[in-house]
DNA sequence: TTTGATGCAAACGGTTTGCAGAATC
DNA sequence: GATTCTGCAAACCGTTTGCATCAAA
């Protein structure tokens, strides 16, 4: 049940790469093959990806990209704001896409290990009395809410009941 | 500025020493010198602590302990709710303790790692709300504002102005 | 005496890095 | 043609694990 996520809007995958191709002219970076392919990826899918299923997925096409490259175009793409790194307890990374201001949060389940997000304008206003009450000048947050999920939660339930 | 945090209360080492002792009677597991030494150096520092820190800490004393022993009884304390793990974004885990509900958040500087704990009861509602919502049941949160830091924000601002 | 913990060192695994060759501008 | 990237493999480093030994109950 990982992944329960919606496919970002028709569209959206080509206005990210316009706008990476962008930033790289602007910083005088050279728009390489390897870099369209892993972007066009994170931003086609978006979903949670981690480094490995963006190397799993180039492999499939049949464009061999090494991994390094791979975590490095990553953290390119971190460091202008056009993807978010996420740790969800896992031993490694997961990447998405980030269309700017509009954050989402999650919530995990610590049984399943399922990823669901949510938002929330209160928590907005919220981060931004905190921030304000601290002279913090916010660019991003990571919000994880852990627990169990309905299904596993009602599983869990259920084993109570028979264990006795 | 690493590390602004306030120490726990006097005698709040002592009772957290406790419960861990009966907790691990509860599950009869035995009470170890080396357990009862990690879990006081996270007690009574109340701080944000690396199994590193506390690998050292008691090569200090003069207790050697086995790195592995370290990472073993952090762990446990973890699973136990004795304790919470962070992950800074500095390449490894940071450990505290937990003292039961009294949940805190934390902002953190990306410029000079600063990390700052705050409190929020209006999270704690809107956080039982989200999980109400989506039928989750939250067991603990992660929550990081990651920005400037004020001191950061300034000189930051200071160096736009020279640099025209 | 039984059970589980400890400590050492080796293994593990995700990520980073050095460097020769290749692609971009 | 200068600069930066890529790919490979090795290095890195925090963390985990196997196993012989030792301590707690």
Redesign the pocket.
């Known amino acids: 049940m990982r992944g329960v996520e919606t496919r970002p809007p028709l569209g959206c995958a080509a206005v990210m790469l316009g706008v990476f191709?962008a930033v790289?002219?602007e910083?005088?970076?050279?728009?390489?093959?390897?870099?369209e392919a892993?972007a066009q990826i994170l931003f086609e899918s978006g979903r949670h990806l981690?480094?490995?299923d963006i190397v799993e997925t180039l492999r499939e096409r049949g464009?061999?990209?090494?991994?390094?490259?791979?975590?490095?175009?990553?953290?390119?793409l971190v460091q202008v704001g056009l993807a978010l790194?996420h740790?969800f307890d896992?031993?490694?990374?997961?990447y998405e896409m980030s269309a700017g201001p509009s954050r989402h949060d999650h919530l995990i389940c610590t049984s399943c290990g399922a990823v669901v997000e949510f938002q929330s304008s209160d928590l907005d206003t919220l981060q931004a009395a905190v921030a304000d009450s601290h002279g913090f000048h916010i660019l991003t947050r990571q919000v994880k809410l852990y627990g169990l999920c309905p299904v596993c939660e009602e599983s869990a339930d259920a084993e109570l009941l028979t264990a006795r």
Do not use: M, W
């Open positions: 191709r790289l002219q910083h005088h970076l050279p728009l390489t093959q390897q870099r892993i981690s480094a490995e464009e061999g990209v090494g991994k390094a490259t791979v975590y490095r175009t990553l953290n390119l790194e740790d896992e031993g490694f990374k997961r």
